[in-house]
């Protein structure tokens, strides 16, 4: 069983910056794509953004390009969201998925496993 646990979240005023990490238990980590989704109270789970195995490709949703970076450290084993100029909008729960057959797809259908969420709360 894959393990992902989230961890970088917290409180922060509009305009600044987080950083969110994702390490793995994976064995295989390096073979999956990884992507970031976020939810909101009420809301639905929206992705954010994903990147290949290699870290070669990277796919963002149209409201955080510019502002965040997803990269990843293989030999740790580890994704990581950078957000920058956090706005109240952005605030959510916040989740690392793993997909195993290599899809980096913005669908949530497409991942198999799931972290357990890091809260991000912007205050205006």
């Known amino acids: 069983q894959v393990q992902l646990v989230e961890s970088g979240g917290g409180l922060v005023q509009a305009g600044g910056s987080l950083r969110l990490s994702c390490a793995s238990t994976a064995r295989t980590f390096s073979a999956y794509d990884m992507g970031w989704f976020r939810q909101a109270p009420g809301k639905e789970r929206d992705f954010v953004a994903a990147i290949t195995w290699r870290g070669s490709t990277t796919y963002y949703t149209d409201s955080v390009k510019g502002r965040f970076a997803i990269s990843r450290d293989n030999a740790k084993k580890t994704v990581y969201l950078q957000m920058n100029s956090l706005k109240p909008e952005d605030t959510a729960v916040y989740y690392c998925?793993?997909?195993?057959?290599?899809?980096?797809?913005?669908?949530?259908?497409?991942?198999?496993?799931w972290g357990q969420g890091t809260q991000v709360t912007v205050s205006s």
């Open positions: 998925a793993a997909d195993r057959y290599g899809r980096a797809s913005s669908s949530s259908d497409a991942y198999d496993y």
